[in-house]
Nanobody, 114 residues
């Protein structure tokens, strides 16, 4: 069965960096596009970034463009989100998602605060 396990979140000061990981299993990881979403309390879940299955085409929300980088390692069945120059408004639970299957991980908390 499909499993997605996010990790790498934590507390970081504004301007700091974190790298999130999503370990995937239970499906042919290499054949699916993957996305990162985030959700703050009381807010709708929003798309942060997507990477395609082949070729590594990426897209980003305007709010994170130039600061975040999505990548994947198909040999390790893992998708990453490198987050630099973090801002307080980046505070949220971050989730990975299998684009065409609609599966979600449990999320990892990112808190950006002084």
């Amino acid at each position: 069965q499909v499993q997605l396990v996010e990790s790498g979140g934590g507390l970081v000061q504004p301007g700091g960096s974190l790298r999130l990981s999503c370990a995937a299993s239970g499906f042919t990881f290499w054949s699916y596009a993957m996305s990162w979403y985030r959700q703050a309390p009381g807010k709708e879940r929003e798309l942060v970034s997507t990477i395609t299955s082949i070729g590594g085409r990426t897209n980003y929300a305007a709010s994170v463009k130039g600061r975040f980088t999505i990548s994947r390692d198909n040999a390790k069945n893992t998708v990453y989100l490198q987050m630099n120059s973090l801002k307080p408004e980046d505070t949220a639970v971050y989730y990975c998602n299998v684009v065409s299957l609609g599966y979600w991980g449990q999320g990892t908390q990112v808190t950006v605060s002084s």
